[in-house]
């Protein structure tokens, strides 16, 4: 199956800034006519050419007759949680869809989580995600519009301040189109998100996380999930490739900006990874790093045969590594009612 992306070629969201200035350029026009367009496709979320009104007719006749578009992607179902989470499904032009979801932080304020991919290669056995494949990766432009068109879906006067990669997909495994996303996410003529408000989450892929240490400022979350390799091997299979040792000097060795911390996630799956030793050997692996952990007891869906830990485990679990000076947080259940928790993105089929 093809993984590469299967959407119209000239779509302006998939440009840079830079890519645009030259086409702009190229036509003769002045540049500052590109930035322009730069501020209507990914700050004002214009749907098409017209409404571009401080555009000259020339230029918006130019890029229609070119076969430009301005390639939204489009807003499918809505589904709003009993505790405020809210999940859109985004409509991809070639018929696919993935889902990002809104989650509610408090006086208003939101952080969006995005997908990467429809689907995920990973194969991790404790994932909703993981048991679809990959289909396809996505466009950076098919990223950014996720933001701009779940805008329709943010209750009035609340804002979405922070974002993650923690929806569909292994963003590291889409590294191209995720490094090339941050460039409209972050540029104040795009949607301005400063970078330490952009959070990338990973599954170890050892190489690419280097490579975004070196080109990306974003903050960064690693699904650890296990502490000893033969766990985390037959729960995660990419451990094969990139073992727990591997991973851990990568994440030393990852350049962190001053006061900032590595988020480590662990999903909490009962029996397998939540015992009093495998806390104990978190706080190991973890010591002397800048990290918040975060606890993730396990969000079910029907086939793999996990189990949610109990209540006392996770507190057990939590209380040693609190005693040893971690900032650790145990994750709600948010959005658990409408399949919007972690973990279990992706359409169902239907029920009938
Ligand atoms: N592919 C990336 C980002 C998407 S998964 C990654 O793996 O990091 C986002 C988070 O959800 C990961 O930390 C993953 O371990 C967790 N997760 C996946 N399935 C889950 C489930 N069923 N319950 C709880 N957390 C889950
Ligand atoms: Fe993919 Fe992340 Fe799910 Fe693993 S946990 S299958 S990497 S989305």
Redesign the pocket.
């Known amino acids: 199956m093809s993984i590469r992306p299967v959407v119209p070629e000239k779509s302006l969201t998939d440009l840079s800034r830079t890519a645009l200035q030259e086409r702009v350029v190229a036509l003769g026009l002045p540049r500052y006519r590109a930035d322009q367009l730069y501020k209507w496709v990914f700050q004002k979320g214009a749907r098409d050419f017209e409404g571009m009104t401080d555009l000259p007719k020339a230029l918006r006749q130019t890029l229609t007759d070119d076969g430009w578009t301005v390639g939204r992607v489009s807003l499918g179902r809505v589904a709003e949680s009993i505790d405020g989470t809210i999940k859109v499904v985004i409509r991809l032009q070639d018929g696919g869809a993935v889902e990002s979801v809104l989650i509610p932080m408090g006086e208003g304020r939101f952080t969006q989580c995005l997908s990467s991919q429809l689907g ?1 290669a990973l194969d ?1 056995k ?3 995600t993981g048991t679809l494949g990959l289909s396809r990766h996505l466009t950076a432009g098919e990223i950014v519009d996720q933001v701009i068109v779940a805008r329709q879906a943010v209750p009035a006067g609340a804002v979405v301040d922070h974002l993650v ?3 569909m ?3 590291l495994h889409n590294f191209d189109h995720v490094v090339a996303s941050l460039g409209p996410l972050t540029d104040p003529n795009g949607l301005g998100y400063s970078a330490r408000r952009i959070t990338v ?3 170890g892929l050892v190489p690419q996380i280097d490579a975004l240490g070196k080109v990306a400022p974003v903050n960064l ?1 690693i ?1 650890l ?1 296990a502490t000893t390799d033969e766990v985390r091997d037959r729960i995660m299979p990419i451990n094969k490739r990139y073992p727990i040792a591997e991973l851990i000097a990568a994440l030393r060795r990852y350049p962190l900006p001053p006061r900032r911390k590595l988020t480590v ?1 662990y ?1 909490l799956l009962g029996g397998v990874n939540d015992t009093d030793a495998d806390a104990r050997r978190l706080g190991d692996l973890l010591d002397g790093m800048p990290v918040r952990i975060n606890l ?1 007891p ?2 079910p ?1 029907s086939g793999p045969g996990f189990a949610r830990p109990e209540e006392g485990r996770v507190q057990a679990f939590h209380a040693h590594l609190d005693r040893r000076g971690y900032t650790v947080t145990v994750r709600g259940t948010k959005g658990l009612d409408i399949d919007a928790a ?3 993105l992706g359409e169902r089929p239907a029920l009938n």
């Open positions: 995920c991790c404790f994932c909703y990669f923690m929806g997909g292994e963003p989450s990973t599954s979350a699904s999930n996630e999903v993730i396990w969000n869906f972690c973990g279990q």
